[in-house]
């Protein structure tokens, strides 16, 4: 079966500066996606970047890029000048050939001003 | 606009009672799903559904029920049976051959 591990519950960053969540995960799959999404206090999900497993590309979102790193079964969110707006749980997902998304457990991220 | 509604943002029940969440879709996805959220957890699949008319079990589907007559609507029922059903229910859906899934607001469900 699949996992999905964040192994740190919380973190905090100062505003512009520059901050990055763990996650890693376990699969015999070789074709998989792999998501962060960001759920801001009105609990909202919503998507911040997606990675295809077949790309060796790292995917980049404006301010948000990920370290995709296959055969370490590893999948980081780095945030790039941090903003406040930025505060939120952070949760890692997997998702494969069943197309069923497996949640980590998340990160809380606190930005200070 | 498109998007995902679910209906009420907020419900109690007694202990004891079924109640049932709505969640309807204009995005013409095939597939809709409901998850459950815990604090200190992530998100855990109830029940998905790829097409009208079906759907199958998540990883923890006892205690609920859904049904798929309508492609734009994929109600939840919580059950009596469900031994703790407080919790944040979200519903998603997506198109069949792509991997995004797109979130309702949700609903927050508390049993008094």
């Known amino acids: 079966a699949q996992t999905v591990t964040q192994s740190q519950p919380e973190m905090s960053v100062q505003e512009a500066e520059t901050v990055t969540l763990s996650c890693t995960y376990d699969?015999?799959?070789?074709?998989?996606?792999l998501f962060w999404y960001k759920q801001p206090p009105s609990r909202q999900m919503i998507l911040v970047i997606r990675?295809?497993?077949?790309?060796?590309q790292n995917a980049t979102e404006n301010r948000f890029s990920v370290n995709f790193q296959k055969a370490a079964k590893s999948f980081s969110l780095k945030i790039s000048d941090s903003q406040l707006g930025d505060t939120a749980m952070y949760f890692c997902?997997?998702?494969?050939?069943?197309?069923?998304?497996?949640f980590g457990t998340g990160t809380r991220l606190q930005v200070f001003p | 606009d498109g998007g995902i509604t679910q209906s009420p943002k907020y419900l109690f029940r007694k202990e004891g009672q079924n109640v049932t969440l709505s969640c309807e879709q204009n995005?013409?996805?095939?597939?809709m799903y409901w998850y459950r959220q815990d604090p200190g957890q992530g998100l855990r699949l109830i029940y998905y559904?790829?097409?009208?008319?079906?759907?199958q079990k998540g990883d923890i589907a006892e205690g609920y029920s859904v049904s798929r007559e309508k492609k734009e609507s994929f109600p939840l029922t919580v059950t009596s049976a469900q031994k703790n059903p407080t919790a944040f229910y979200l519903c998603?859906?997506?198109?069949?051959?792509?991997?995004?899934?797109?979130f309702g607001p949700g609903t927050r469900l508390t049993v008094l």
């Open positions: 998603a859906s997506s198109i069949e051959e792509t991997s995004r899934k797109f």
């Open positions: 559904s790829q097409i009208v008319n079906d759907f």
């Open positions: 997902a997997f998702m494969g050939e069943a197309d069923k998304l497996i």
């Open positions: 699969t015999s799959e070789s074709n998989y996606y």
């Open positions: 995005l013409n996805h095939d597939a």
């Open positions: 990675q295809e497993a077949y790309k060796q």
